[in-house]
């Protein structure tokens, strides 16, 4: 079995920074791609960043140049720093993780989720 904890999320004021983390444990033999999505109320979930094995990144319109997605293969975790936080960014923010389990095939796994609240 294989749980994602998400870490980071909280209030800050516009202009302000935030580091999320999201960390994998359990039976992992490999881990792919990995992503963080986003979803206000009301709205749909929509991808903000994605970073691949080989650490290809790429990032929704919305968010280049301000957000930053890296990953620490280590540890598997994967990491997503907000900078310059804009109020359109409130959101509850998820990561999504491919991971190959020991003896079993590839699949991906979704965090807890976290709110991310961006008010002054």
């Known amino acids: 079995q294989v749980q994602l904890v998400e870490s980071g999320g909280g209030l800050v004021q516009p202009g302000g920074s935030l580091r999320l983390s999201c960390a994998a444990s359990g039976s992992i033999a490999s881990i792919g791609t990995m992503a963080w999505y986003r979803q206000a109320p009301g709205k749909q979930r929509e991808l903000v960043a994605t970073i691949s094995s080989g650490g290809t990144t790429n990032y929704a319109d919305s968010v280049k140049g301000r957000f930053t997605i890296s990953r620490d293969n280590a540890k598997n975790t994967v990491f997503l720093q907000m900078n310059s936080l804009k109020p359109e960014d409130t959101a509850v923010y998820y990561c999504?993780?491919?991971?190959?389990?020991?003896?079993?095939?590839?699949?991906?796994?979704w965090g807890q989720g976290t709110q991310v609240t961006v008010s002054s």
């Open positions: 999504n993780v491919v991971i190959s389990s020991k003896g079993s095939r590839w699949r991906n796994y």
